[in-house]
């Protein structure tokens, strides 16, 4: 993998990117998954002509391979290029799948792609509980980007009663568990839980945090 950097970059041989290529490729296949982001970059045709004819089919698969592997960070980008429609069509519910098999592994920054995800799938209010908790856990984790989502979500919460849309004041109450859906009373709280369906939609956020080996 060093060997190829060297030879990616010109550090103290002659700069050969077909050679890195090579190498990396042997670093992949051996399992040394810091060498596929590299792959995909070169086969993308990221590094110009002199790294062949851009193969995007060919740079999502080492990514794919990868994330089919375990590999968190691949499984993050996979997802990401799901997303975001970049190198791979753009497929939400893939993009959730990869996401959520890299948020079991702690992933900040698929916590954070997937409430997006979530958002552009179900839309708000719908989505509040999953996105609140996933932007407070990769916030707690020092993602950035997911601090200042989670600033504006709870703009977002605070702004009217989940059970029957009233304003709300400066101290409304919230739900302890996802924090993602405020009221104007204890009373509409209970019959939101109760009746309204936020029970269901604050176990299946939480869902989204479990840790594979925890899942029954």
């Not at 190498?23 to 051996?30: F, S």
């Not at 605070?158 to 204890?186: D, E, F, H, M, N």
Request: net charge positive; proline share 2%.
């Amino acid at each position: 993998f060093n060997l190829g950097g060297m030879y990616a970059k010109g550090q103290g041989v002659r700069k050969d990117l077909e050679e890195a290529k090579k190498l990396y490729m042997m670093a992949h296949e051996a399992g040394y998954f810091r060498a596929t982001s590299n792959l995909f970059v070169l086969f993308k045709g990221g590094c110009g002509p002199a790294a062949g004819v851009p193969d995007m089919e060919k740079a999502i698969g080492f990514y794919r391979q990868a994330a089919e592997s375990g590999d968190a960070v691949s499984q993050f980008n996979l997802g990401l290029r799901y997303h975001q429609g970049k190198g791979a069509e753009k497929d939400l519910n893939k993009a959730k799948a990869w996401y959520g098999k890299a948020i079991k592994q702690g992933s900040a920054g698929a916590m954070y792609g997937l409430a997006s995800v979530l958002q552009d799938i179900e839309g708000l209010p719908a989505a509040l509980p999953a996105m609140s908790l996933l932007f407070r856990t990769a916030t707690a984790k020092g993602h950035a980007e997911a601090r200042n989502s989670l600033a504006q979500l709870e703009q977002i919460v605070r702004r009217q009663c989940a059970a029957c849309g009233a304003a709300l004041g400066a101290t409304p109450s919230v739900c302890s568990r996802c924090k993602g859906a405020a009221y104007c009373s204890k009373a509409c709280q209970k019959k939101h839980w109760k009746k309204g369906g936020h029970k269901r939609a604050c176990k299946q956020a939480q869902q989204y945090l479990v840790a594979e080996d925890e899942e029954e």
